[in-house]
């Protein structure tokens, strides 16, 4: 039994697997009177209903007395017990096993949260197997004693539990004999909270009237059911035992626990009926009179599955922390297991997974990307140096062994045009010395300039008869005027000078000299404006 996980199941006050002593909820015909033994009752019901079948509580369940020496006890199998009571100017006894247990807890356990009571008696660390927890009140006189129920732990085989609910239509029951049971649907019943709102019930008594399923894939099974004043004993067998109880009740409620048990194995398959019948009551008839058999009524089978493996070590036993249960406030029959680390370990393994995952993907998306950038470096960088074949070193560039004058930075700013070719060169001077080279082509006529501009209008006057234009021979020496004297080119061949070892002032004075050619060239008709020495 070390190997099974705790579970936890509740039981309201009006289970069936609460054996009351002298009785359960007392003859009708006194009203209930609790002097007698247990009366059955709600927490906001004040006065005493008619007694019939459909009397409806409301509030939480609970069985109350003022016998001295009256007692509940609960038989199970499991390791823990915890019962929700309230002693009102009374005392009482717990023993479990015939054992005094002397231990309480606060009633903010989960256990009994939702009950009211006031008092938590438990007993746990207990050896797996069948135990029975006894409740004996001791009270003087009138002194009211109310107990609510309580949780009980049991084990199941595996980790991570969860229930499944087989309604009571499901074709997986066999109801027997045929004809015997009675469906229920939802526009009959008298309050809506059967499960899926639906019931099979039956009033024939004997062995022979039976309610069975069959199940597998397991480790725990509650049986809920309807209670009510024609309720009688009934037995249930599952894996060759046999249990009997009694579900009598004064009021009507629904989803009870009429049977559980744990400890059961998954791979093995189980089928648990319910049989309308009392071996050692074969003539049990209803309270309300002669003639009338028990009934019993089934609604609902929970199947608690697991998944297979060893359960955590401090699973062993239970403490008051560990009876974390619905409460009695909650729907009958709801489980809950005892605190385990198994799931914050699995989440815990994933979570690290996921984040190394994340962590491995920034660092390769870094590495990644500071290698991008490196080979986007390299590749903006290390350029061929001649990538194309036509291109080649540059070879300089060489004009002719010219004479020139420095000229002005503003004639030198001007925007430059390229020349596709030159051909040739003509230089004429300015009145202030400057040489002025004009650039003639084989298709451009040289035009004599023979006439001053204007001192006013800035035009010049061109006569009316220009002669024919004459090709210019590039070997041809120009005419320069005779106020200054003229340099004319020496040659081709003889007279070349490289730009690559000419000075700034130099090269500036070759551009101005080109822009001027190319002005020349473009405005045949004007010449610059000639200025006056400066004495």
């Known amino acids: 039994m070390a190997s099974l996980a705790p579970y936890n199941i509740s039981l309201t006050s009006s289970s069936p697997a609460f054996i009351y002593e002298p009785f359960r909820d007392g003859w009708y015909a006194l009203e209930g009177d609790p002097a007698g033994g247990w009366r059955g009752s709600f927490s906001n019901i004040t006065t005493w209903p008619s007694p019939g079948l ?18 509940v006890t609960l038989q199970f199998e499991g390791t823990a017990v915890y019962l929700c009571l309230t002693p009102t100017r009374s005392s009482f006894t717990f023993t479990v096993d015939d054992t005094p247990v002397s231990t309480t807890g606060p009633v903010s356990d989960l256990a009994c949260i939702n009950s009211g009571a006031q008092v938590m008696a438990y007993a746990d660390d207990l050896a797996y197997g069948e135990h029975s927890a006894t409740v004996r009140v001791n009270s003087q006189g009138n002194a009211d004693f109310l107990f609510y129920g309580g949780l009980v732990t049991v084990g199941v085989n595996g980790t991570n539990p969860v229930v499944q609910g087989i309604d009571d239509t499901d074709p997986g029951w066999t109801y027997q004999t045929q004809g015997a049971w009675t469906f229920s649907p939802s526009s009959t019943n008298v309050t809506d909270s059967n499960y899926n709102t639906t019931l099979h019930w039956t009033c024939s008594y004997g062995p022979s009237y039976t309610a069975s399923y069959t199940f597998n894939g397991s480790s725990a099974v509650q049986l809920l059911g309807l209670l009510t004043l024609n309720i009688g004993p009934y ?12 579900g009598s009740d004064l009021w009507r409620e629904e989803q009870q626990v009429i049977f559980f048990k744990g400890a059961l194995d998954p791979t093995k398959e189980y089928t648990l009926t319910l049989s309308n019948y009392d071996a050692a009551a074969p003539n049990a008839q209803q309270p309300i009179g002669p003639d009338y058999y028990p009934c019993a009524g089934v609604q609902k089978l929970i199947l608690t599955k697991t998944i297979p493996g060893a359960p955590p070590a401090s699973g062993s036993g239970n403490t008051t922390t560990a009876g974390a249960g619905t409460g009695n406030g909650a729907s009958p029959g709801a489980g809950s297991t005892v605190s385990s680390p198994a799931g914050a370990i699995a989440g815990g393994v994933v979570g690290g997974i996921a984040a190394l995952c994340i962590v491995a993907f920034f ?26 074949p ?16 420095p000229v002005s930075t503003g004639d030198a700013m001007r925007p430059v045009r390229e020349e596709s070719k030159l051909e040739g060169y003509m230089e004429t001077r300015r009145p202030s010395g400057q040489t002025i080279p004009t650039i003639h082509t084989p298709g451009m006529a040289a035009v004599p300039r023979s006439t001053r501009r204007g001192a006013k209008t800035g035009h010049y006057d061109t006569p009316a008869e220009a002669p024919s234009p004459a090709v210019a021979s590039p070997a041809q020496a120009d005419t320069i005027s005779p106020t200054s004297p003229a340099t004319a080119s020496q040659g081709t061949s003889s007279g070349r000078t490289d730009i690559n070892g000419a000075s700034t002032q130099e090269l500036v004075t070759i551009l101005n000299r080109r822009l001027r050619q190319e002005y020349a060239a473009e405005n045949v008709e004007m010449d610059p404006p000639d200025y006056e020495p400066v004495d």
């Open 235 to 246: 037995t249930i067998q599952m894996d060759g035992k046999s249990y009997v109880y009694n």
């Open 363 to 388: 660092l390769w998306f870094f590495v990644w990307r500071r290698r991008r950038g490196q080979l986007k470096t390299a590749a903006t960088t290390e350029i061929d140096p001649l990538p194309h």
């Open 54 to 71: 459909n009397s409806i509580g409301s509030g939480v369940p609970l069985r109350e007395t003022y016998l001295d020496g009256a007692n």
């Open 390 to 405: 036509s291109m080649t070193e540059v070879t300089p560039y060489l004009l002719s062994d010219l004479t020139y004058s």
